[in-house]
């Protein structure tokens, strides 16, 4: 296995891992989210700047729970792709050795249609392989936006938490758990996107 | 790679193995190619390692196109585990393989083979006119084992069952049973765990009518010496490590 095939085998399964520490902040933030409104609640008038923040909270987080878990679904499809692009490249090399090793031989020729139709394949597959990397791309991408949508509404929270007078520190705590979750969020899903960019157009 | 033909006839059969380019710390095997004149079976064509020289080799006999079958008398990665590779060349292809290990077999990859399974009683491969009788040799030592007969060419391809550790450089052929018979002992009493399979397979190989005895790795036995074989092995007690 080559240098560069291990990189993506490892590439590949970081995704899944990265991807499942998103899944469990993305919880938090709904978890956070339903909290927040609790109080909120208890609140009243005092915090009435942020109750719709709490709803907005809590759908950013289920939109990025459903994103990732079709992302994760997607990073299997890649994983398979790359399991498949290995085993064509093994046996076009393997091919090639063999028409090299069998020069002479009577039906030598023979190898030729062998050697071709898996040099095709796995050029398809490397194709294959980088259209699904720029796709995958995109719905990272997606996921970086809800977080910094996350932390923007983070940074209002704390302005609203401090018009809630007594509930200024349970809400002032909401925000920073949003803001922390947004932070973890982004950081992973950015490194599972430098760790595939390279093969978008490698 | 050395290739021998072993008989010639209506058909042929090839041996082929010593293979010089094997790297060093994998087990040496002898391949063997049932050839007719438009088909051409591969037995036991080997490990993942062993495809190339093996492919390269084969092509000095039949062209690609006509290699249509393929047999691995059991599971283990040097009797088949290049089946993914093989699966990948050849478009038109059977595996002959113990029906107990389909499952296994196929996470070698095979996907355009298909897949023939042996029943535990054994069975036929129909090669054009040649008829090769799949012989039951369970638990020797793979519970689910298969040996080839050929009728026509009087050659019992018998797996591991005469297996023994050799040089690379070495006859292909025993030369001299007695000296041999120490490169065999370990081999079957390790690695055959029943004596009464052993006893059922014996019986069932003396009703044979058999010139060459060949195993899956070392020296072939011809002639006087398959009996000798027969009766040495008779009186070996096999599975010995427990």
Known sequence: MTNQTKSQFIAVASITSELSAVMVVAKEISLAAANAKAIAFRAGDKAKGFQPITDFINELAKETIELVTNINIYALVLYRLTVNEFQKTTAYNKFEAAAKMAEGAVYAKSMQDPVDQAKLSMQDCQRQFKRDVSQLLGQLEAVMHHARAARVIAANSRIEASQAGEYLQSLQAVAESVDKAAHTIHDNVQRCRIALSIYRNS | ?242
């Open chain 2, 1 to 242: 790679m050395k290739m021998t033909k072993i008989y010639e006839g209506s058909h042929q059969w090839i041996m082929f193995g010593r293979d010089e380019g094997k790297p060093n710390n994998i087990i040496d095997t002898n391949q063997y190619v049932v050839r007719t004149p438009n088909r051409c079976l591969l037995l036991d064509p080997g490990g993942a390692e062993l495809f190339a020289p093996m492919m390269a080799a084969v092509l000095h006999h039949a062209p690609v196109d006509q290699i249509t079958d393929l047999f691995a008398s059991h599971q283990d990665p040097d009797v088949i585990s290049s089946l993914g590779l093989w699966d990948q060349a050849l478009t038109n292809a059977k595996l002959h393989a113990p029906a107990i290990w389909e499952g296994f077999l196929r996470h070698y990859s095979c996907e355009s083979i298909e897949y023939v399974p042996i029943p535990d009683n054994g069975g036929t491969i129909k090669l054009e006119s040649v008829e090769l009788q799949l012989i039951p040799a369970h638990y020797l030592h793979s519970s689910g084992n298969f040996h080839v007969y050929d009728p026509q060419a009087k050659i019992l391809m018998s797996g591991d069952v005469g297996a023994a550790i050799e040089a690379p450089d070495s006859p292909i052929f025993v030369d001299n049973f007695a000296a041999h018979v120490e490169k065999m002992r370990y081999w079957h009493q390790r690695w055959m765990p029943s004596n009464q399979a052993k006893r059922v397979w014996i019986e069932r190989v003396r009703n044979l009518d058999i010139d060459i005895l060949a195993p899956q790795h070392g020296r072939m036995f011809k002639g006087d010496d398959v009996k000798r074989f027969l009766d040495w092995f008779d009186a070996l007690q096999v599975g010995i490590a427990v």
